[in-house]
């Protein structure tokens, strides 16, 4: 085990899959997540983690590539949505972590291509949750949406994790570390609950 490339980050990773399965911030129609650990080195989960792990990884499950999406260590699938992570964690100098997920509230807005409000203090810095354009799953086409997003937004994500919505998919969220990350997708995950049952009271 101790000759695997990055452990703590890798034991990192195994416990933030774990709280994303536990707590529903994603289901096993998809998710995936990817950190920067190096100059031109980045740790990304395993394709299918979710569907067929349940979110259930090994340290060394994780994939070790380069920004040309070369495997250099690991023996898993890359991840459809590996150019997506990429884009983000090379192209901004605070991004070290990027999430995709489908979080249970969340996805309600998701499914009615709505933006998720700042509702509580935790988001007010960080702008909305805002939708991109529709565009076809696991494609280059999605991948460039998402960037261009991000880049639109350049002052705040090299300054605070933010988040879009992928419609009828679901989320993405960076941050400058993968706690950071992982904060701002509970962040909105209690933002969208608070947004659904805010009238009901």
Partial sequence: MSEISYLKDREDMCKVAHYMWDRRLTNAAGGNFAVRVDDDRILIS??????????????????????????????GKLSREGYMHVLLLTKFNHIKATIHAHPQYCMVYVAQSKPIPNITEATMKRGPVECIPYTKAYTKDLHEEIYKYWDSR????????????????????????????????????????????????
């Fill in 46 to 75: 395993p394709s299918l983690m979710s569907e067929r792990h349940f979110c259930e990884l090994q340290p060394e499950d994780f994939l070790l590539i380069n920004s040309n999406m070369d495997i250099l260590e690991g023996t």
């Fill in 154 to 201: 350049r002052e705040l994500a090299e300054t605070y994790p933010i988040g879009c919505i992928m419609p009828l998919h679901g989320v993405v969220v960076s941050g400058s570390d993968l706690h950071m990350a992982y904060s701002m997708l509970e962040r909105i995950e209690q933002d969208a609950m608070c947004g659904i049952f805010k009238n009901n009271i």
